[in-house]
């Protein structure tokens, strides 16, 4: 990469620089320690999050250094948002948090060691240097550094004030917490550039101001878009709520449907920000998902890519299979009964207590049917499904050979409808 600005502004990566002639002539003249925070404020990132690994990413593709905060102390605190105080968390769980959000990023950033030119990431928590500091340390050694009026400023500080809800004392300090990571960062590490979304430009241009006044240094910040969705919703919220990173929360086949299921105009529009593909692969399935919106060119790769990254190759392997079993392409027994269950739970399913009704019962619990004559007029047709098998009578109870591992039945209606049947308590 001869020009790492020119890849993130390609990609539609950058929203906001401080002196982007100076940074770049920083970036070619030796390798940078850079850094990106991320406050514990559940216990797994999310899919917006992802647009800060592919900063974080391209940088250390480039040869630079990558540092990774996690904050500790911060999301003790909690940014301000523009509606509401936030719910101050237990320490214990955001301790928790902490070493969750820890052990997420290392598949974006950890490298072998014989990765050549490759820097493999420092970890950091800002409790570290956070906690020690007395009342007095933080009022005279920072607090003098920072003047009222401009705090005020920031978007979200402005727009609680002038509400109902206003803004405590805790929470209009959290930019003094922040901008003194950045300081540490640089004195501890030689850290010369901050990343963050655009919503973070006042809490990194408050870094910069500190380092200059204490270390009397000149540093850097870059800041990427916010992703939206084209229908105003908000980016990486799906049907079933949040699109987590974490398996526990987002199943693997959730995470690739999220993807596969994008609005075409949202699918082009977040290729090139995802996708470390060539700019002219990247280009060619932009142009084929316009030109044939139908092979959903642009989701796939998406979600190919993504899933592989977040989740590695073997649950990329089961998710795909699970789409492909679901809709009569591949056999089910192929599938765990995990990948199975969890791809039944997110087309949508019913449990079944007791004695197993009919097909045709089935059909309309489920709701592939919106009644039973509806549903035995389906199978008459030969539109019913059971485990990828053509149902020929609606009155017939699936045996014990058709329930599948982890208890379950796949019903379909035609080619697309599918909703799984999970097996309850046996009756007393």
């Known amino acids: 990469m001869t020009d790492v600005i020119d890849e993130l502004h390609r990609r539609g990566l950058i929203a906001q620089t401080t ?4 940074l770049r002539a920083h970036l070619a003249a030796a390798p940078v320690t850079y850094y990106c925070g991320f ?3 559940a216990p797994s990132l999310h899919v917006g999050h992802l647009v800060q690994f592919m900063v974080l990413r391209a940088l250390q593709r480039g040869g630079h250094q990558p540092i990774v905060l996690v904050g500790g102390a911060t999301g003790l605190i909690g940014d301000p948002r523009p509606t509401a105080e936030r719910q101050l968390n ?10 969750s959000i820890r052990r997420q990023v290392a598949p974006f950033l950890d490298v072998p060691a014989d990765r050549d030119g490759l820097r493999a990431p420092i970890y950091v928590d800002n409790l570290s240097w956070t906690e020690p500091l007395s009342a007095i340390d933080f009022l ?5 550094h920072f003047r009222v009026g401009r705090m005020l400023a920031k978007e979200a500080v402005s727009a609680r004030l002038n509400s109902e809800a206003g803004i405590s004392y805790t929470e209009f300090s959290y930019q003094i917490l922040q901008a003194n990571d950045y300081r540490e960062l640089f004195r501890r590490h030689g850290c010369t550039l901050q990343s963050g979304g655009s919503d973070q430009w006042g809490n990194l241009t408050a870094g910069i101001d500190l380092v200059r006044r204490t270390e009397g240094a000149a540093v850097h910040a870059l800041s990427t878009q916010l992703v939206t969705k084209s ?13 987590w990173l974490d398996p526990a929360l987002t199943s693997p086949y959730a995470f690739f449907q999220f993807w596969l299921n994008a609005d075409d105009a949202d699918a082009r529009t977040w290729l090139p920000l995802f996708s470390e593909r060539p700019a002219e692969e990247v280009a060619a399935l932009v142009a084929e998902s316009e030109q044939r919106p139908a092979s959903r060119a642009a989701q796939r790769a998406l979600a190919e890519e993504l899933t592989l990254l977040v989740h590695g190759p073997d649950e990329l392997r089961q998710a795909e299979a699970a789409g492909r079993a679901l809709f009569g392409r591949e056999e089910l027994s192929a599938l765990g009964p995990e990948t199975l269950g969890a791809a039944l739970r ?20 489920t709701g592939l049917a919106a009644s039973l004559s509806e549903a035995r007029r389906t199978v008459k047709e030969g539109g019913a ?16 050979d058709a329930w599948l591992p982890g208890g379950w039945l796949v019903l379909r209606r035609g080619k697309r ?7 309850g308590p046996a009756a007393p």
């Open 19 to 22: 002196d982007e002639d100076a």
């Open 39 to 41: 406050d514990p404020t």
């Open 90 to 99: 237990e320490r214990a769980t955001v301790a928790q948090w902490v070493d």
């Open 140 to 144: 005279r050694d920072l607090g003098k």
């Open 231 to 243: 229908d105003g919703q908000k980016f990486g919220k799906s049907e079933g709520g949040t699109v």
């Open 346 to 365: 997110e087309a949508g399913s019913v449990t079944v207590d007791g004695d197993v009704p009919t097909v045709g019962v089935l059909l309309q619990l």
């Open 385 to 400: 499904y059971l485990n990828n098998e053509r149902v020929t009578d609606a009155e017939a109870v699936p045996g014990e």
């Open 417 to 423: 409808a599918v909703a799984g049947v999970q097996r």
